[in-house]
Structures are given as structure tokens and as C-alpha cells.
């Protein structure tokens, strides 16, 4: 299954996180969401998640899954699906994260920004949240670094 994320951790690697909007750049610059490739991307990613291969654990507003451990294989990523329509936990960053967003109902945002790559900085923490709709978020986080607070 991890093929399916190829494109996504291709597009990451060696993406520096330290400037959100330049990385964001970059990444959209590797793998355009309004491109044929990411088309087919979330087509893929979709199916998995129908098939309940993926986010098949947890209730709403938070279905989830770790799709891998942060490997080789996985370019030093781990990968988590999630599938959201409202707050999650709170958690910090060590080593920022990417993230994948598919709209799957209404007019989503994640964090207030719409489908497509989502970056945050080393260091950075939050309450991650959709509104408006219905996500799938795939998360790379960077040697599968994640701290869950209670703030």
C-alpha cells in the first residue's frame, strides 16, 4: 500500500519546513493538487479509504490510521491517514509536517486552508481542525516525530 504515497513522499523529500509558504511552494511546484497526477492521487486514496484500508480507527470526528512507521522505504516519513470533519488533539511538531488534503465533502479547510499541501514549521503546534466539510489528511511527519499535549 505504501506505493500509493509515493507521490507524496517523493514531492517532500528534502523539503525544508522552516518556511511554511516557500515549502508549500515547493511542493505544490513537485506535485500540483489541480494536476492529472494528484487527480489520481486522490482517486487512489479515496478507494483505500472506501475500502476502510485506511483512517479505520477512532470515531468522528476523527477516523485514523498509521499507514507506516517512519522507514527507509518511507524516505524518513511516517504516514497517517485521517479522516476529518472537526478537531483532533492537540499536538506539536518537532520536526514540522506535511500534509496531503482531500476534499471529500462540502467546501473543507484544514486550519483554514483548502485541499491540496498544508505545512507546518518545526516547533509548531495545534489543535488540528476541519470546518466546512470533510477531509482526508494524509500526514508525513519527518522521522515520525509527533508530541500529543493536553493544551
Known amino acids: ?3 500509493t504515497f509515493r507521490p507524496l513522499l517523493d514531492a517532500a523529500r528534502g523539503v ?3 518556511d511554511p509558504q516557500a515549502a508549500r511552494a515547493e511542493l505544490v ?3 500540483d493538487p489541480r494536476g492529472p497526477a ?3 492521487l486522490n482517486r487512489a486514496l479515496t478507494d483505500l479509504l472506501d475500502a476502510r484500508r485506511i483512517a479505520d480507527r477512532g470515531d468522528p470526528p476523527v477516523r485514523w490510521s498509521r499507514v507506516a512507521k517512519a522507514t527507509p522505504e518511507s524516505l524518513g516519513f511516517s504516514i497517517d491517514a485521517v479522516d476529518m470533519h472537526g478537531p483532533g488533539p492537540h499536538h506539536v511538531h518537532p520536526d514540522g509536517e506535511v500534509n496531503w488534503c482531500v476534499a471529500l465533502e462540502g ?3 484544514f486550519d ?3 485541499a491540496g499541501w498544508v505545512v507546518m514549521p518545526p516547533g509548531s ?3 488540528p481542525t476541519v470546518s466546512g466539510g470533510r477531509m ?3 500526514y508525513l511527519l519527518p522521522g515520525g516525530k509527533i508530541e500529543f499535549t493536553k493544551a
Open 107 to 109: 467546501d473543507p479547510r
Open 29 to 31: 511546484r513537485r506535485l
Open 38 to 40: 494528484a487527480v489520481a
Open 125 to 127: 503546534g495545534h489543535v
Open 136 to 138: 482526508l489528511i494524509v
Open 1 to 3: 500500500m505504501i506505493d
Open 16 to 18: 525544508d519546513l522552516a
Open 112 to 114: 483554514g486552508q483548502p
